[in-house]
């Protein structure tokens, strides 16, 4: 196998992150880095030196794509049969060698995003393939004259718009019904929306696409609060949601006795008896006084998203649209609370005060329409329930 990366000195710093993740799950794959210049050790294998006959960027006042893009197009210099090229703001998440073993007559890529089927419709194809990670048969590539057909799409293509016409445009139009299009996990793009979305843990290949590139430095799933992660993984947790239901069963010692204690928004501690008197872990979805949130005496405390300006941390956006995608509507709190608390291997999982619906929250005003879908939600978790992973008291 040989993965190749295109890069300038912008993206040194980024493709040694990310060539160590393609190296940590295909430890015997070879690493080529294509560059304008001698790159230093980054973690390859191999450079080579292409020089570009132009410089190819700067089409219109918003073009930041960099001219390194533009190497790609000349990869069939390089003396391979057949490669994996990936661009360098990507992560390696699972071995490739399914990817690898994907008949290529030509190129091997995936559909973009939702934004892709607006550039499909303008250069008149039904798909537009993201050229961030192409598997290229290079024998067949070179017999095709790959190279020049897209420097003459570069050069002639009328395109309403410049703001995107780069590289990737040039081997869509050039390519056209020769390209294969594959599984999206193999190059599936963080933060972006897909008509048919997967968990991005899912995914073979993460793709950072767009201006900010933070978080390919700190990719973990519920990054923002790994300091909560010893306090559940292979704990008992105790998640306590604010059901009316909850009320009258006197549970709040057994609440108490789990290693780690969950709870969520007005779900103030009223009646000890039925609602317990420790917290771990407090999420909020709306905002409350200073004075509440001590009340609770709350080991940690996080806002749900960016709309509440709690003098807290913010969890998870990215973890939230997908699970909104999922469900089709806005997550609960809870749902994210025990997805947390999956993902972090807790023991078990029990919780108090989740009927799903069934009896409205507490604090809520009469007619209140919640914005979750308490039945997709349940339907979700049922696997677990079966498992004994989690149980509903």
């Known amino acids: 196998m040989i993965i190749v990366f295109c890069i300038d000195k912008n993206y040194e710093i980024m493709a040694r992150v990310s060539i160590a993740s393609y190296k940590k799950y295909n430890p015997k794959a070879k690493v080529v880095v294509v560059a304008e210049y001698e790159v230093p050790r980054i973690g390859q294998n191999e450079t080579k030196v292409i020089k570009l006959t132009k410089d190819f960027r700067k089409r219109s006042d918003r073009d930041r794509i960099s001219n390194a893009a533009y190497l790609k197009l000349f990869l069939p210099e390089l003396p391979y049969r057949k490669i994996i090229y990936v661009d360098a703001d990507t992560l390696c998440q699972k071995p490739l060698d399914d990817l690898w073993n994907i008949p290529c007559p030509y190129i091997n890529l995936c559909e973009s995003h ?39 799409v570069e050069r002639t293509a009328d395109i309403p718009t410049k703001d995107w016409f780069h590289d990737e445009t040039c081997i869509n139009i050039a390519m056209g019904n020769l390209l294969n299009f594959i599984d999206k996990k193999f190059n599936y793009c963080h933060k972006r929306f897909y008509n048919q979305p997967i968990p991005e843990d899912d995914a073979y290949i993460l793709h950072f696409v767009g201006k900010d590139k933070s978080d390919i430095f700190s990719q973990h799933k519920y990054g923002e609060i790994l300091a909560i992660e010893k306090y559940i993984k292979g704990k008992r947790i105790a998640i306590v949601g ?30 000890p008896q039925d609602q317990g008197t420790k917290t771990g872990l407090l999420i909020l979805a709306c905002v409350i006084t200073p004075e509440e949130i001590a009340g609770y005496k709350a080991q940690f405390v996080v806002n749900r998203s960016s709309s509440w300006k709690n003098n807290a941390i913010t969890l998870a956006n990215t973890e939230r649209m997908l699970m909104k995608e999922m ?48 039945d997709k939600e349940k339907e979700l978790l049922q696997q677990y329930i079966k498992k004994g992973k989690i149980k509903v008291h």
Do not use: W
């Open 114 to 152: 939702s934004y892709g089927q607006y550039q499909a419709r303008v250069i008149g194809h039904k798909k537009y393939g993201l050229t961030g990670m192409m598997v290229m048969n290079l024998d067949s590539l070179r017999r095709y004259g790959f190279t020049e057909r897209c420097l003459t």
């Open 327 to 374: 469900i089709g509507k806005q997550p609960s709190s809870g749902f994210m609370a025990i997805d947390i608390c999956l993902h972090f291997k807790a023991k078990s999982i029990d919780l108090y005060g989740f009927d799903f619906g069934r009896t409205p929250t507490f604090y809520n005003p009469v007619n209140y329409v919640v914005p979750h879908d308490y």
């Open 242 to 271: 604010n059901a009316k239901s909850l009320f009258g069963k006197r549970q709040g010692e057994e609440i108490d006795n789990h290693d780690f204690i969950i709870r969520f928004n007005k779900g103030f501690l009223y009646k």
